[in-house]
């Protein structure tokens, strides 16, 4: 038996951004992944919403994986989680000021 090959740093960041926008679907309870989005050059991320709860759910979830899968530490994780959030989470249809 092949021992498993090991994935590089930036093989594994790679599958973070696919994992965590695969989940940020699941959790918005959208019948999307990655690869439906990967190639589009639109405003994709304006077009689908989640809900506040749904976005902090989506959230703890990123910063638990990120804890295991890429090894940070929890402000490192959190502060990616914003940036992740940031730049391709889903609009939120039930934020107040």
């Not at 695969?22 to 959208?30: G, K, L, P, Y």
């Not at 589009?40 to 809900?51: A, E, G, H, S």
Request: hydrophobic share 40%; aromatic share 12%; glycine share 4%.
């Amino acid at each position: 038996m092949e021992p498993k090959k090991r994935l590089s740093i930036e093989e594994k960041r790679n599958k973070a951004v696919v994992d965590l926008i695969n989940q940020m679907f699941i959790t918005a309870d959208h019948k999307v992944t990655y690869n439906d989005i990967k190639d589009r050059k639109d405003d994709w991320y304006t077009q689908f919403t989640m809900t506040t709860a749904q976005c902090e759910e989506w959230v703890k979830w990123g910063v638990a994986y990120l804890r295991k899968n890429l090894k940070m530490n929890k402000a490192f994780a959190e502060r990616e989680m914003g940036w992740i959030n940031l730049q391709w989470g889903l609009k939120i249809i039930d934020y107040t000021n």
